[in-house]
């Protein structure tokens, strides 16, 4: 059986940023409303969160379309048109088509599961996930959530809490899983985990 790679979505496979700032875009120049009075009800309705990951676009939108007495399924067509989807890493794609006959890839993310397999769909690498292997959760550090892990996954984050929530927990260990920071940003290797810059460095 071929070895299990888990990989995070926000930040890791997508670049969320780009998405956050394209979408609000593309609503106000459809509905011809001032973008920076939508980012400010953004940026209102983020504070509003515990987590980044409680982000619920659903919601968003529903907020947007009260305020500004907008049509919601209309807003939702221009928010879910693939062209705000465009937001892949440029080394995701290439990595995941080599890596993908050599291992089976999965998913290991946090947030709501329709909003983060739409994210994989509308960019186009849904169907190199296997199905069996897309493990979404609201909190996904819990110990509830790494006992659903396959063994011996090899799991790659960009964030620093996440790996240190994994190598803090017991379920690593006795699981054998194998965290790895993806760390974009050039800050320091970890000493106690392997620590990559891109993602291409896991065809090498
Ligand atoms: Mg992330």
């Not at 400010?40 to 982000?55: C, M, Q, V, W």
């Not at 440029?90 to 397999?117: A, M, N």
């Amino acid at each position: 059986m071929k070895p299990v790679l888990l990989f995070d979505v926000d930040l890791t496979l997508f670049n969320t940023e780009k998405f956050k700032a394209a979408y609000p875009k593309s609503i106000a120049s459809h509905f011809k409303i001032s973008h920076d009075q939508f980012l400010i009800i953004g940026n209102e309705y983020r504070a509003s969160l515990k987590k980044h990951t409680d982000y619920n676009i659903s919601d968003y939108l529903k907020s947007i379309s009260k305020r500004f007495n907008l049509p919601l399924y209309e807003l939702k067509q221009i928010c879910f048109s693939p062209e705000n989807f465009a937001c892949l890493y440029p080394d995701t794609l290439p990595t995941l088509s080599i890596l993908s006959s050599k291992y089976r890839l999965g998913i290991f993310s946090e947030g709501f599961k329709i909003f983060q397999t739409t994210k994989l769909k509308l960019s186009g690498i849904y169907h190199l996930f296997n199905p069996e292997l897309i493990y979404i959760f609201r909190r996904k550090t819990t110990s509830a959530s790494l006992a659903k892990l396959p063994r011996n996954s090899t799991i790659i984050d960009d964030n620093l809490k996440v790996i240190e929530s994994l190598l803090a927990s017991k379920l690593t260990s006795s699981r054998n899983l194998k965290p790895i920071w993806l760390n974009r940003q050039n800050h320091p290797v970890h000493p106690g985990v392997h620590s990559i810059n891109s993602l291409t460095s896991l065809t090498t």
